[in-house]
């Protein structure tokens, strides 16, 4: 398969932010679907004509009311079987600046320990498996979650497509 080919079969139509202040990382509590009545990070859909980084910066402003320019790339992350269609996102991650976060529509957000945060069930489950080598730092991956009955039935992990740039 060519790149365009694999990275349009990927359906990257998301954005997953974590922002982090030493040991804390910021969460929202979803009130909506997916993942609703759990913990996860900020984020939403890419606006057509939107490029992946614009829209995680635009998804920070609308959620928290922090003004961030930069962002890490943490990696890739798609499923199949959950109760969206299948698909992708982008995953970011970035030190939150000073201040507290504005409220927002979409949950309730809190800072949560990291620990806590790759362990709770209260948290997308999915989290604690890309979420540690993702918070260290490591080479960006894709991360892919097959699910069954909503619960992972298998993931795999392997390198970014050939070619991949954002």
Known sequence: MRYNQRMQSL??????????RGEQVLMLH????????????????IEPGEAPLDCALREIRE???????????GGLLTWDGYETPAGGLYIF???????????????????????????SHEVV????IFGPPVFRGEIPR?????YRAGQIEQHQVQALPTGFAL
């Open 93 to 119: 991650m970035a030190e939150a600046p000073a201040g507290e976060p504005a409220p927002t529509g979409e949950g309730e957000l809190g800072w949560k320990p990291r620990d806590w945060v790759f362990s």
């Open 142 to 146: 894709l991360y892919h979650f097959q």
């Open 125 to 128: 489950s999915n989290i604690h």
């Open 11 to 20: 359906d990257l139509r998301y954005t997953l932010i974590f922002l982090t």
């Open 30 to 45: 979803r009130r909506k679907p997916p993942n609703q009545g759990l913990w996860n990070g900020i984020g939403g859909h």
């Open 63 to 73: 959620e928290t009311g922090f003004g961030l320019e930069q962002l890490q790339f």
